[in-house]
């Protein structure tokens, strides 16, 4: 069974940043792509950022968000710069197989979900 735990998530006033950790356990977390979702109160879950072999943002936060993984520690991240009041969510680490750029933000193409970490950014 495949586990993420996610970390990193805070308070941040507007124009900070946060880098998001995702650790992977109980399987070769090298292949599995991992994404990064958000869903705000009131709100449905929407896609921030997928890897595979390539890299894959919405467009609300290219040229902010940054995501990346270390295969050697099993854990993917969410660089996050420039952030905005809008950007608060909670923000929940997923991994699946998956092959094609356009499944990367399909939250039904992923198996597996963490618990969520929240972020709050101050105006």
């Known amino acids: 069974q495949v586990q993420l735990v996610e970390s990193g998530g805070g308070l941040v006033q507007a124009g900070g940043s946060l880098r998001l950790s995702c650790v992977v356990s109980?399987?070769?977390?090298?292949?599995?792509?991992l994404g990064w979702f958000r869903q705000a109160p009131g709100k449905e879950r929407e896609f921030v950022a997928g890897?595979?072999?390539?890299?894959y943002y919405a467009d609300p936060v290219k040229g902010r968000f940054t995501i990346s993984r270390d295969n050697a520690k099993s854990t993917g991240y969410l660089q996050m710069n420039s952030l905005k009041p809008e950007d608060t969510a909670v923000y929940y680490c997923a991994a699946g197989t998956i092959s094609r750029r356009d499944d990367l933000s399909n939250g039904r193409k992923y198996d597996y979900w963490g618990q969520g970490t929240q972020v709050t950014v101050s105006s």
């Open positions: 890897i595979s072999w390539i890299t």
């Open positions: 109980g399987r070769t977390s090298s292949s599995l792509a």
